[in-house]
């Protein structure tokens, strides 16, 4: 799906439609009176209906977007025209071989509580340093998630961010070689359950530098649960908050609102960035799985 872990810098998703003009009355005649001839009366123009920021084509030119932002070589030598070619695109990141040429950020996860895990991820994003940050974007924020006890492999690894309660721990992101030993050892965390509606949550990033004054925001996160699996959830969230830190959408101290709606289309919440992937179900066709909103 889209781990892509796959395309988005899916900032400003919906196109702007193009300006049209009716075409212009012709002028009336001059009367037979000495009177100057009357100004030539024109319609005005056709108003167009603004394209949905979750139709068919919003959809592609967000995924192709992030496309764009993360590998520009790409977007320009490959025809990335619809769903099935993003397909093609994300296959070939998956790959076996092409697993350890990437730079890949690694989860481990022994207890999962998402709101917590949003905190988490932001945080760990938010402490990259610049080069560690253009590699992973370069990789479409590739993560794998695993199922294990940070506490019962700290003597054996080394763990780039840990969660406060100490369970969730983040290694990377690195070349995939860097955390082979880490994959090979534990199994991927594997939620197959749908991920359930909930009460809407408020986190706040963490910052590190509490004594510099800075400006505060507070978005909302949608997240879409109709047919999303827990595991598939994560993957979707991660690739939008590590994007949104990325992008400088999401600071230290920003207030986040996770709501839960089975789907994100119908809402009329203006988006600044979304998580766009194929439909699992129906695989021509693409699907908004998260979406971060402008400040509230």
């Known amino acids: 799906m889209t781990s892509f872990h796959e395309p988005t810098a899916l900032a400003q998703t919906v196109a702007q439609p193009t300006a049209s003009l009716a075409p212009t009355a012709t002028p009336t005649a001059a009367s037979t009176t000495s009177a100057p001839p009357a100004p030539a009366a024109t319609t005005a123009p056709a108003a167009l209906a603004p394209v949905h920021p979750f139709s068919a084509a919003a959809l592609l030119r967000s995924a192709l977007d992030r496309v764009r932002n993360a590998r520009p070589e790409l977007a320009d030598r490959l025809d990335l025209v619809d769903a099935q070619a993003l397909s093609a695109l994300r296959a070939g990141f998956r790959s076996a071989g092409a697993v350890d040429s990437q730079v890949l950020a690694v989860v481990v996860v022994g207890r999962l509580d998402l709101p917590s895990w949003v905190r988490e991820t932001c945080a760990f994003a938010l402490a990259l340093a610049p080069e560690a940050r253009d590699a992973w974007r370069r990789s479409f924020t590739r993560t794998v998630h695993l199922a294990g006890s940070p506490a019962n492999l700290r003597e054996r690894f080394t763990f780039d961010h840990v969660a406060g309660d100490g369970s969730m721990a983040w290694s990377g992101p690195a070349p995939g070689a860097a955390t082979a030993t ?115």
Do not use: C, S
Request: charge should be neutral.
């Open 182 to 296: 880490l994959r090979r050892l534990l199994k991927t965390f594997e939620a197959g359950q749908e991920l359930p509606a909930r009460p809407a949550a408020t986190v706040t990033v963490p910052d590190a530098d509490t004594a510099r004054p800075r400006r505060v925001a507070h978005r909302d996160l949608y997240i879409a649960t109709a047919k999303v699996t827990v595991a598939d959830a994560l993957i979707h969230i991660n690739h939008l908050l590590a994007e949104a830190v990325l992008d400088g959408l999401i600071a230290p101290g920003d207030r986040l609102t996770l709501r839960f709606v089975p789907r994100l289309t119908g809402l009329a919440a203006p988006f600044a960035m979304l998580r766009v992937d194929t439909d699992v179900h129906r695989p021509d066709q693409l699907q908004a799985y998260a979406g971060l909103t402008t400040e509230v």
